[in-house]
């Protein structure tokens, strides 16, 4: 079902039995898969490909145990030649930008923002309010937590987890996710505690425990992280190991 008032280019492919609702717009060049949603006032740019069974747009909703509030979203905006895996899920308030590629099974909360060409890996979830860089590349089953801050170029390995409330509901504490800075690289299964800054450049090894802040360049291995003296290269800074 297609609502009567949107517009549909003529360039656009769209799949079989998916629903635009009203107010979405979408922009030349759009393929949507089969039985994939775009619920009302959803912005799809042009050149964007969206696999099978996607729903955009959605609104999120709480019960009486949540706490934060969950109205006025504004519309979900993907940015010119994104590709959206298949089963995808994207909360409305959210802006992808130009290039970005969004893995089979992912899923993103509301009002979180995504610089140009970042990919979210298979199956990785990011929760609300987050603000992810450009050029990042985010791996398969990432756990992005709310309230996080990601910079540009940031690598995050495979099954990484992430957290915002040090006290698990236990006792006050307000919620505040790590912040990566740029170039900065976390291994496979690593946990990132509330709140920590993990430097520019720095390195996080596979399944470490980080408690603290990393200072830039700094890698850190281990339960809990301790540094160790490596230095990974920057992409286009030539390896002297
Ligand atoms: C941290 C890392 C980059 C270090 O690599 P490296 O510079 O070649 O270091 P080495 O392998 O020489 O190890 C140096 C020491 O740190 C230890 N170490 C290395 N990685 C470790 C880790 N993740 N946890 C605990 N200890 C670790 C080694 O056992 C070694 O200890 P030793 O000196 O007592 O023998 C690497 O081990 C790592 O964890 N990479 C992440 C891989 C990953 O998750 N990729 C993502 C997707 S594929």
Do not use: W
Not at 140 to 155: K, S
Not at 158 to 171: A, G
Not at 207 to 231: E, M
Request: with cysteine.
């Amino acid at each position: 079902m297609i609502d009567a008032t949107v517009h549909i280019p003529s360039s656009a492919s769209i799949g079989h039995h998916v629903v635009i609702e009203q107010g979405a717009v979408i922009g030349e060049n759009v393929q949507i898969g089969h039985n994939s949603v775009i619920l009302a006032g959803t912005i799809i740019g042009d050149d964007v490909t969206i696999g099978c069974n996607a729903v955009l747009g959605c609104q999120p909703f709480k019960n009486a145990r949540v706490k934060h509030d969950v109205s006025q979203q504004g519309a979900l905006v993907i940015g010119k030649g994104s590709r959206i895996g298949n089963g995808v899920i994207i909360y409305a308030g959210t802006e992808l930008g130009e290039g970005t590629m969004i893995g089979d099974l992912a899923s993103i909360r509301e009002r979180t923002r995504i610089g140009h060409s970042t990919v979210i890996g298979r199956s990785a979830t990011v929760e609300c309010r987050t603000v992810i860089g450009s050029r990042c590349l985010i791996q398969t089953g990432a756990y992005i937590t709310a309230d996080m801050v990601i910079e540009d170029d940031v690598f995050i390995g495979p099954e990484v987890s992430t957290s915002n409330d040090k006290y698990m509901d236990r006792k006050p504490y307000e919620l505040a996710g790590p912040r990566i800075k740029e170039k900065a690289s976390i291994g496979n299964n690593a946990t990132l505690l509330p709140g920590i800054t993990i430097g520019k450049g720095a390195v996080v090894g596979a399944g470490s425990v980080v408690t603290k802040d990393v200072p830039d360049n700094i890698t850190v291995v281990g339960v809990p992280a301790k540094p160790i003296t490596v230095h990974l290269p920057q992409s286009g800074e030539e390896d002297q190991s």
